[in-house]
């Protein structure tokens, strides 16, 4: 869910500014190594998101957009498996692995993390290619992002994925498939 409406200010403050130009080292290695890339586009039903798909924040950042031939799994909920023909196309393709990026750590990556490992995929989190913004729990405390997106990745990690930096991901998309 790279989408351009991320980086609209309702969302509050993010950390790892810098989760796009990771994620698009990944593209590259993965694109360079012809390996499957698939995308997921939050498809949000509240008409006053930035992702619903009549504001332009529906529209993929330009640094990690498809390019023609990789599909796109629109999806109205957190997990990209839950309404979509993922699963299927991912068997399909021969995919027992998946490696993930995008935003947010806490949601749309944990969901779609949490349930990849539990359909049986081996899943890879990359922790640069992911961020979250500040949040504010129901007592009233402020959230920082940097601390919820630890948090995130340390609940997937060894339970439903392996956290991974962005170079080490790069390395193995350049070993053989």
Not at 82 to 97: F, N, Q, V, W
Request: net charge neutral; hydrophobic share 40%; with cysteine.
């Amino acid at each position: 869910d790279l989408q351009v409406g991320f980086e609209e200010p309702v969302w509050g403050r993010r950390c790892n500014p810098e989760a796009e130009l990771h994620a698009a080292r990944l593209l590259v290695a993965w694109r360079a190594g012809r390996r499957p890339v698939f995308h997921a586009r939050h498809m949000s039903t509240l008409a006053a998101s930035p992702l619903h798909p009549s504001r332009p924040g529906n529209a993929f950042m330009p640094l990690t957009a498809p390019v023609p031939g990789e599909p796109v799994f629109e999806k109205r909920v957190n997990s990209c498996f839950i309404g979509t023909s993922l699963e299927a196309e991912l068997r399909a393709a021969g995919c027992d692995a998946l490696v993930l990026a995008g935003l947010t750590t806490n949601h749309c990556v944990s969901t779609t993390a949490r349930m990849a490992g539990n359909l049986g995929f081996d899943t890879y989190v990359v922790s640069g290619a992911t961020a979250t913004f500040d949040r504010t729990g129901p007592d009233g405390v402020l959230h920082p992002a940097e601390q919820i997106h630890a948090i995130a990745l340390s609940d997937l990690h060894g339970e439903f994925a392996t956290v991974i930096d962005t170079a080490t991901a790069v390395r193995r998309a350049t070993r053989s498939p």
